[in-house]
């Protein structure tokens, strides 16, 4: 069995990512998710835990909020310098725009499925909805659509099942399924790792 180590910002994307992952990885693929404690923890300790993996197969995946910061080539190629001093330069690095949120609210009806809501999969036709990674905060604009229902894990969780990994409305989420699906169909020929 092959190990892919998600290595999170927080709690809210390893709910996301258990409902997602089953629609992209076959049985010979385990998922393993170490959440971090937000982002200057994650850098704080990222080569560390890399590092001191005991699996020196494992394919490691770092997801990291864009939050405020200005450039988000800058801040993959920093978290990618982590992964390197961590001794696994290939690690797949993966910045959600803005917020992680934005993946949610490119796919409304995964919203809509997933909190037991009506009348959100319509609105996916409105500009905002369309490009949702360039909003500036992705958490208030599902706050306020969803007149707070969602909450960060427990909604994470309630959505990701729901997610189209197929949906290409937000750049960053279809960029981390493309990661995904590259790596495992790079993988799949390999022998299992034991």
Not at 45 to 58: C, E, F, M, T
């Amino acid at each position: 069995m092959r190990e892919l180590v998600f290595l999170l910002e927080e709690a809210s994307s390893q709910a996301m990512l258990e409902g997602l992952l089953p629609k992209l990885l076959s049985d010979d693929f385990f998922p393993r998710y170490i959440p971090f404690e937000g982002k200057q923890d994650l850098e704080k300790q990222l080569a560390r835990k890399i590092r001191g993996y005991r699996n020196p197969d494992a394919l490691f995946i770092v997801m990291r909020d864009q939050d405020s910061h200005p450039d988000c080539a800058a801040l993959k190629a920093h978290i990618a310098a982590l992964c390197a001093e961590g001794g696994h330069p290939e690690a797949l690095v993966r910045i959600a725009c803005r917020e992680m949120e934005s993946f949610f609210l490119a796919d409304l009806a995964a919203v809509e499925k997933g909190l037991k809501l009506s009348g959100l999969t319509r609105l996916q036709r409105s500009m905002k909805f369309r490009a949702p990674d360039r909003l500036g905060s992705p958490s208030m604009e599902l706050a306020i659509l969803t007149k707070g229902r969602y909450q960060k894990v427990s909604g994470s969780r309630a959505i990701g099942p729901w997610l189209d990994p197929n949906n290409i409305l937000s750049d960053s989420f279809k960029n981390l399924v493309t990661g995904i699906r590259r790596i495992v169909s790079e993988r799949h020929d390999l022998s299992p790792i034991d």
